[in-house]
């Protein structure tokens, strides 16, 4: 997909036109009439009485269509759906909020936004600011001063209009400032009396052709010619491929500069697909966290272009803890116009020599225009010196672990147009095999567990009509978190397969248990007490089933897997979503866990915990 940020607001013909002025008649018409305009296809909603008023222009003004209404079972559910919906297409999904209550329960999913960079306009509301319409008690406790201020550190911007023309022009600096980068969700809170005013004459409506955002910026040329000059003397030069778009040709020019250095290449889980991970120049699987061997690569660089890399400052004191690179470092990025002074998700300060304050793609474009015009002075690296991908670890024809599931998965799926919407924390990298920037969407951004669900979701319905596969490998504790958003699939017909790595635990606290332990010289089998789910287990296949899945599992061996997957691709593909429950060894395929006491920092590495 490419990047909408800046795409004109118009109207094609699958998309009707939205009304004149002279067919609204409420306060709530006239928000509507917005939403249409803008546009967003879709609103995410959990119903509520405090925006009854906009719920009934949504029906009966503007048909269900352009936005079309996805009922939820959770707020945090419908944030979910837009952030995963935004990891696709790069243009905010809007959401509908309940009053202070559904603003609570939707916080979390706005945090994973925020941390994400993800554009979302939220419309929250409250109940009538003037005391004197409030109905008895639930009004009362369902309207707050300053509504906002419970989310306003995770949020880019927000607004409580007071009347029809603030409203309006709330909507549209929504848009404007959702899609300028950094992306990020923005939130107006809509007064219930606001929206069931009756309009005593047609509203001035805007043009919204004037109103939209502007191109993403672009490093400064003096700082674009020093960079190319660094990077053509460099000798092992290393490109960290982070936060970049979703668009096809970006991908490609990430490829053509890295080839044009001869520049080896790391990328991450947290994030989207980068670059290839089978190049020859993409020089580790992508992971999670930095293993001895990436230390080793950066130790090695003597530049290195971070392409908005996630935690940069963590990454490079890693590798130097004295904060002092021996490698001159490139950053470009916007992400510090997004730092504010509650949320530590800025990550620590990186020590950067040269800073291209600019979307990431951007650089990468002027950086090559810059590299060919000095064509003859570019020496590629030759391939032959790069090491190849290590392919995922053989498995026991038996066990089934992560390692067994990826590479079922894979197996199976082998050529097919894939999306992982999702992989789980201790996937093996070594299994991925992306080609394409939609082959993979990352994490969720803040590490909000529960997440999971309903931004696969909100990513497969972006994927609809794509030719596809969508595909989410989810924990089980993920999975029941935000279980009930799998309704939402199977209402609105969302096809997408869900896979549970199901090892009946909250594995990760099981493994920091673990390390917690063996600091501690203290019983490493107490490691599972207050972290199993089980006994008993959770029936996650009827979980789904009863929510109109087609679903399988327990799971509990290789043959069996395969050809459960066989058949759900078959459901998925006339478009039934589908899960499988399929029950894996508790462990992480080479993980590590790293926490830091008072004095001291311990890294404790593992296999498979059993």
Known sequence: MSDHASTSIVNDQDCPLPPDATELHWGSDAVAWALRVLPLDY??????????????????????????????????????????????????????????????HGSMAIYNAWCDRAPIIILGATGPVDANRRRPWIDWIHTSQDQAALVRPFIKWDDQPASIGAALESMLR????????????????????????????????????????????????????????MLLNARNPLILAGRVSRDADDWQRRVELAERLGARV?????????????????????A???????????????????????????????????????????????????????????QRMAPVDLALDGAPDAAVSALIERLSAQAPAIKPRERGSIPAPASAAAHSASALDLNALAQTLSNVLNDRLTTYLRLPLGWPGAACRFRHPLDYLGYDGGAGI???????????????????????????????????????????????????????????????????AIERNRPVENKWVGQRLDEPAIDLAAVARAQ???????????????????????????????????????????????????????????????
């Open 266 to 286: 790391l990328s991450d889980l947290k994030v989207a697909a980068a670059f290839p991970t089978e190049h020859p120049l993409h020089a580790l699987p992508p």
């Open 43 to 104: 609103i995410a909603l959990n119903p509520g009485a405090s925006y009854r008023g906009l719920h009934d222009s949504l029906v009966n003004l503007l048909g269900d269509h352009a936005p079309r209404m996805l009922v939820c079972l959770h707020e945090e559910h419908a944030v979910a759906l837009a952030h995963g919906y935004a990891k696709v297409t790069e243009r905010p999904m809007a959401v509908a909020l309940h009053s202070n209550v559904g603003l609570m």
């Open 174 to 229: 929504a848009w404007q400032t959702a899609c300028r980068r950094p992306y990020g969700p923005v939130y107006i809170c809509l007064d219930v009396g606001l929206q069931e005013q009756a309009l005593s004459e047609p509203p001035k409506l805007p043009d919204p052709q004037r109103f939209l955002p502007g191109e993403p910026p672009v490093p400064s040329s003096r700082a674009l010619d020093e960079a190319a000059r």
């Open 548 to 610: 109109g899945f087609e679903a399988e599992g327990p799971i509990t061996d290789i043959e069996t897997l395969r050809m459960a997957v066989i058949r759900a691709i078959a459901a998925v593909e006339r478009g039934v979503p589908a899960l499988l429950d399929v029950v894996v060894e508790a462990g992480y395929v080479g993980g590590v866990v790293d926490f830091k006491t008072d004095n001291q920092s311990v890294t404790h590495q593992r296999g498979q915990a059993k």
């Open 450 to 516: 529960g997440s999971g669900p309903g931004m696969a979701i909100g990513s497969a319905l972006a994927l609809k009509g794509s030719g596809r596969l969508p595909v989410a490998v989810l924990g089980d504790g993920d999975l029941m978190m935000g279980a009930n958003a799998l309704w939402t699939a199977a209402r609105h017909g969302i096809p997408l397969l869900i896979v549970v790595a199901n090892n009946r635990a909250y594995y990760n606290d099981v493994a920091h248990q673990e390390a917690v």
């Open 288 to 346: 999670l966290r930095l293993g001895s061997d990436a230390v080793e690569l950066l130790a090695t660089a003597d530049v290195i272009l971070s392409l908005d890399w996630l935690d940069l400052g963590g990454t490079l004191y890693t590798v130097w803890p004295d904060g002092k690179p021996s490698a001159r470092i490139i950053h470009a990025s916007l992400d510090d116009y997004a730092i504010n002074g509650w949320a530590m998700n800025h």
